[in-house]
């Protein structure tokens, strides 16, 4: 076979002297909670070449698991850079699992140095002598670290290792197909699993993010990554920016919607992404407070169904709201939505309502029963599957093996697909609710629920029902002040979905648990109300 291209390798090594040499002066900006400070990308890499040479010295010299348990500032975008470019693997722990689960998941991935946030040292400090591989801790920043002594691991300051290694690092030539970093599931059921990333999927990823179907970043952009770090690599968006050229405003600590709202007035990002309870929170201050939020072009958003509320109260705004959908597992963007050409006002809520078409470099289908292939004729409904460059073919250490078949990475999302490739999610295969015979979507539940005026948040989950077999409980957060009653959201709701799928039970709470990601927790919402913990009204 004739060829002719040079075998040059997709690493992040490329993506890190690429952004940090040809883009050298775009920054990285991270909130102190009055202000900034700024890093340019130059420094950004000097300094990773110092990471990498403190970390050879504390016996990283392989494909070591290198573990941040951090926020998103500059430093951990050192991290980001530095570990994977000098052969090791970046691991980032979820600061909101459980001490039990964030022990296992140390454990599991055999964790050999861990970058813990100075800020976060008490949060640490209780579990980490339980971690039995952690050899060397990092302390980022400012902090007491004491508490941190007597856990029979060595302790060091991130600046004294950085100020005591040299300014260059001789970048160890990889295999593009190596482990880069990993990232453990959210763990809502059974332990939590890995996900490897290799530098090919994260660098295809980064590309992907960079094209107009997708985000379309490029130099002229200001990226801020709400969406935390240690959640699928913050939706891929700190390499993304760095391939571009891209300047990062890095929120650190501060993810509330006043912090929030200044960063946004004094930063002027251009792309901003999050979960849709931050920006439903944001929504609310702005509406109280005022925010000039006219730098923002593009607000990717997901994690969860997006209501269509928040998304038309964004575009009375201003502001655009795109949709997309992924995983821990697809690394994790693979569907965004963004209208057809020619399409504009309601035809094209039609569309960015979805979750969108597949990205280019993934392919996409809908299963039934046994298997079998569906077609994607908008009405079909079965679980979607999944496969491409940036998927993963298992988990670490061959975790649960039944969610992969043939090639393709069985997701737990159901939906269809319509035949221009625009992918709807009904719900998740544990979430959907059966009554009677018939499937009830709960998703859909919640977002009409959550277009009325005066709800704030609202998780529909399926219950035990001695007639149906299931029926759907609808808890509810209210408006401050609003005192709308079950009824009248039932007579809401009847306008708006078939009378058999209108829930009986209804619970008004303060707020709804979410999962360490920021989705509705639902398996805590069905143990409150096993458990009688709930109040419940019935309108039958």
């Known amino acids: ?265 004094t930063e002027r990002p251009t792309i901003a992404g999050a979960v849709p309870t931050i920006w439903s929170d944001l929504l609310r201050h702005v509406r109280e407070h005022g925010t000039d939020l006219s730098s923002l072009r593009l607000v990717p958003c997901g994690g969860s169904a997006v209501p269509e509320s928040l998304m038309r109260a964004f575009d009375e705004l201003g502001v655009l709201i795109v949709q997309a959908w992924g995983m821990t597992e697809t690394s994790p963007v693979a569907t965004v939505a963004h209208a057809p050409a020619g399409t504009a006002g309601e035809d094209a809520w039609r569309y960015v309502v979805t979750q969108g078409r597949v990205v280019a470099g993934l392919e996409i289908r809908i299963v039934g029963d046994g298997d079998t292939v569906l077609p994607s004729d908008g009405v079909a409904v079965g679980e979607v599957e999944i496969r491409g460059p940036w998927i993963t073919g298992a988990y670490h250490r061959g975790a649960d093996p039944d969610r992969f078949h043939d090639g393709w990475l069985r997701t737990g999302d159901v939906g269809r697909l319509s035949p221009d490739g625009y992918l709807v999610l009904t719900d998740r295969a544990k979430d959907v609710i059966k009554s009677g015979g018939e499937w009830i979507s709960s998703v859909e539940l919640e977002n009409h629920l959550m277009a009325h005026p005066d709800v704030l948040e609202a998780a529909v989950v399926g219950v035990p029902d001695d007639r149906w077999q299931e029926r759907p409980l609808a808890s509810v957060v209210l408006a401050p002040g609003a005192r709308v009653t079950a009824a009248q959201l039932k007579a809401f709701l009847a306008d708006r979905v078939p009378h058999w799928q209108l829930p009986e039970r209804w619970a008004f709470v303060e707020s709804v648990p979410k999962t360490s990601v920021g989705k509705f927790s639902k398996i805590t919402l069905r143990r409150r109300y096993h458990d009688g913990e709930l109040t419940v009204e019935r309108v039958d």
Not at 26 to 53: F, N, P
Not at 155 to 176: G, N, Q, R, T, V
């Open 1 to 265: 076979m004739l060829s002719t291209m040079q075998d040059f390798p997709l690493t992040i090594t490329s993506i890190l002297r690429h952004g940090t040499g040809v883009f050298g002066t775009a920054e990285v900006s991270t909130w102190t909670g009055d202000g900034a400070r700024r890093r340019s990308y130059a420094e950004v890499g000097e300094r990773a070449a110092r990471l990498a040479g403190a970390l050879r010295a504390l016996g990283v010299d392989a494909d070591q698991r290198v573990a941040t348990f951090m926020w998103n500032n500059a430093e951990h975008l050192e991290a980001y850079l530095a570990i994977p470019a000098m052969g090791a693997v970046l691991h980032t722990l979820n600061l909101r699992l459980s001490a039990d689960q964030l022990v296992y998941i140390a454990d599991h991935a055999e964790d050999h140095v861990l970058l813990v946030d100075g800020s976060l040292v008490p949060l640490l400090a209780p579990i980490l002598p339980n971690m039995k591989t952690v050899r060397h801790v990092v302390v980022v920043g400012a902090g007491d670290a004491a508490p941190l002594a007597g856990s029979g691991k060595e302790l060091h300051s991130y600046e004294d290792l950085l100020a005591a290694a040299p300014a260059a690092f001789d970048w160890p030539e990889i295999d593009e197909r190596q482990a880069a970093a990993m990232c453990y599931t959210s763990g809502t059921t059974g332990d939590p699993k890995g996900v490897v990333y290799s530098h090919r999927s994260a660098y295809l990823h980064s590309m992907a993010a960079c094209t107009g179907n997708m985000f379309g970043l490029h130099t002229g952009d200001r990226v801020l990554p709400v969406v935390p770090m240690f959640h699928a690599n913050a939706w891929g968006l700190p390499y993304a920016a760095v391939m571009a050229g891209a300047s990062l405003v890095m929120p650190d600590r501060f993810l509330q919607a006043e912090p929030l709202a200044r960063i946004i007035e």
